[in-house]
């Protein structure tokens, strides 16, 4: 079972902003959110966690794009 999280909790584990986390997706540096009804949207917890990892060891903004693109390619696979 896949836990998805509301931008609440994302900007509270990712120490970033509401606006700063859509400019992220926007810049290919976070990934979109799966839409769960129509006004409704959130991140699965295991693509956060992969990021917050990725920027602990000192990702580059390209290889986050990469894994960016990975984690999003992921989800259309299963």
């Known amino acids: ?3 998805l999280l509301p931008i609440s909790k ?5 120490s970033r902003g ?3 986390i859509y400019s992220d997706i926007h810049a290919g540096l976070f990934p979109r959110p799966v839409k769960v009804g129509a006004k409704s ?4 917890n295991h693509e956060v966690e ?10 580059s903004e390209e290889q986050i794009r990469q894994l960016v693109a990975e984690l999003e390619a992921n ?4």
């Open 18 to 20: 509401k606006s700063s």
């Open 41 to 44: 949207s959130r991140w699965p």
């Open 50 to 59: 992969a990021l917050i990892r990725a920027h602990i060891e000192g990702y």
């Open 1 to 3: 079972m896949i836990l």
């Open 75 to 78: 989800r259309i696979q299963k």
């Open 10 to 14: 994302i900007t509270t584990a990712y």
